[in-house]
């Protein structure tokens, strides 16, 4: 049987982290086997919905390189893939369950939950809920008499279908991290499959759809574990059971104290994105930051995610797609929650920045000098000789404006005072005369300019060290940067003197 699986984000907002890291699994295990990777949506939660969260989840995956093979807007064999378009599809499914005494019309009001909620309350049960200590004292099809059922339902009454789980059942599934997890069927309620709207819910279009859509695999975020044993059940009512995909829930992904799920705000409150991209939201206009635009590589922002629950067991952390698609193994994903570590996610990007071809990182860094000239044609072959100069100071893609910012632009800010106190008449001299013979000479490359500096320097009784510093500040602005030299060479002649001399006079 065809491998296949997929990724079915409910388009609600921006995408964390962890969903990406749902992606990459689902990815990795579709390539391993040589399967199909889908992305479906699931937005049958109206309310819920977002504007511009479908597009923004395409866009994100398509920036980490993890393309679905079949989507809203690649569709394959099972189109549509929105289960908004697939309204129609359900109903039928929900009946059927009706019919076979597997689920049930409920017509209970707001009101009437209220009451029940109230109510059992007082009768000791901590969490009230639909299910079979409560479902007997409420208005559905299984406390009405079948005449009265029939007359709510030609009225065109507001109803919803009940899922009726059955009680002292121990509803078992194999999960491929976990192995076997079962569940007391008598703590699961009885959830709502088919809305008043007519629309599925979650519980019903998931088993569904993944049914229809021929899924084998089904790997989701641990907090859907709850929700298995009412997905099991479905599978086994609708006579699904032989079809059943293999599980997998994956870790959650921990603050990094390792206190609970790594949620957005732990983001905006320690300083590092939580989303795969920039998200705004349409309603509030509330920009959340994202680790693109942070200046994340793609592929090592999805290598640290693949190491977030996983490993190969020989200690190996920087892997490629196609290695980690080699490697990659389910079974080896580890049952507890990861820890997420900013520090270790830049070690990643810093990895990759060392490792990635210079022309590639020039494009790269590219958007991030342009903005800050304010301008939108830098020159690739400018930026691609600076960046091998400056990459081993690099960890973010940001960092290549701020480590070698004076190759594009004379410096605004000078730190004088780091030269001021030691600077004499000799050092003046120094520079006037180093400066005529620059002046003079054609060969401008780091070797010659370094040659004729030290020539100088003993010419006037000089040690190198005395005028260095100095140099570098003219040149640079601060006491950092590559060779001082190197960076003459870059800048030119012309760009050299005027800073050299913008200090001396
Ligand atoms: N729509 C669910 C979500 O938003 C999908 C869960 C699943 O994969 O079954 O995460």
Known sequence: MKVRVRFAPSPTGGL?????????????????????????????????????????????????????????VKEGQYAPYRQSERKHLYAEYAQKLVTEG???YAFDTTDDLERMRREMK???????????????????????????????????????????????????????IRGEVSFDSNLVDDKVLLKADGMPTYHLAVVVDDYLMKITHA?????????APVHVLLWENLGWKESMPQWAHLPLILKPDGNGKLSKRDGDRLGFPVYAMNWTDPKTNET???????????QAFVNMLAMLGWNDGTGQEVFSLDEL??????????????????????????????????????????PYVEK??????????????????????????????EQGHFFFRTPTTIDEAAIKDKWNDQKQQFFTAWTGILTATDNWNHQDLENSF?????????????????????LVGGKFGPGVFVIAEVIGKEETMKRIKHITG
């Open 16 to 72: 964390h982290l962890g969903g990406v890291r749902t992606v990459l699994f689902n990815y990795l295990f579709a390539r391993a086997h040589g399967g199909d990777f889908v992305l479906r949506i699931e937005d049958t939660d109206q309310a819920r919905f977002v504007a511009g969260a479908e597009q923004y989840i395409m866009d994100c995956l398509q920036w980490c390189g993890l393309e679905p093979d079949e989507s809203p």
């Open 102 to 104: 597997n689920a049930y």
């Open 122 to 176: 007082k009768d000791e049960h901590s969490v009230p809920q639909y299910d079979k200590t409560t479902r007997m004292q409420m208005r559905n099809s299984l406390t009405l008499p079948a005449d009265e059922v029939k007359t709510l339902l030609d009225q065109g009454t507001p109803y919803v279908i009940r899922i009726k789980v059955p009680a002292d059942k121990t509803v078992t599934l194999t999960d491929m």
């Open 219 to 227: 790997f989701r975020g641990e907090e859907w574990l709850p929700s």
């Open 288 to 298: 959340t930051k994202g680790f693109r635009e942070m200046g994340f590589i793609p």
């Open 325 to 366: 698609v080699q490697k990659f193994d389910i079974g080896r994903v580890h049952k507890g929650g990861a820890k997420f570590d900013f520090e270790k996610a830049k070690w990643f990007n810093h990895q990759y920045i060392q490792h990635t071809d210079n022309e590639e990182l020039a494009k790269l860094a590219a």
């Open 372 to 401: 800050e000239l304010g301008i939108g044609n830098l020159d690739l072959g400018l930026l691609s000789t600076v960046v091998p100069l400056i990459k081993d100071r690099c960890t973010l893609l940001p960092d290549f404006w």
């Open 454 to 474: 030290n020539e100088e320097v003993t010419k006037h009784g000089l040690k190198k060290g005395d005028v260095m510093l100095p140099l570098r500040i003219m």
